[in-house]
């Protein structure tokens, strides 16, 4: 499984983003896609996650901010965050897992100035 992240970008506080994740190779195995940060100095951290049924997960920090959502073809997910804050600022990872492995995108940044 391949995955391309886009979207990201520089933001001020208050606005909001799409980012997309575009999934290609065996994207009919993916059991759970989600979107995980990684801040400067900081840990890897969970966003949201999205199981093939549709259930959703969310970090308390950005509920009610942020909407996962992920095509029925599963080949593309989604990340709508709104209200954005400074704390937002990371490197969004878009993720797959397959079969209990973990696949990872690039990265793509965003940046929220207060």
């Known amino acids: 499984v391949q995955l391309v992240e886009s979207g990201g970008g520089l933001v001020q506080a208050g606005g909001s983003l799409r980012l997309s994740c575009a999934a290609s190779?065996?994207?009919?195995?993916?059991?759970?896609m989600g979107w995980y940060r990684q801040a400067p100095g900081k840990q890897r951290e969970l966003v949201a996650t999205i199981t093939t049924n549709g259930r959703t997960n969310y970090a308390d920090s950005v509920k009610g901010r942020f909407t996962i959502s992920r095509t029925n073809a599963k080949n593309t997910m989604y990340l709508q965050m709104n209200s954005l804050k400074p704390e937002d600022t990371a490197v969004y990872y878009c993720?797959?897992?397959?079969?209990?492995?973990?696949?990872w995108g690039q990265g793509t940044q965003v940046t929220v100035s207060s």
């Open positions: 993720n797959a897992v397959v079969s209990w492995i973990d696949y």
């Open positions: 190779g065996s994207t009919l195995s993916i059991n759970v």
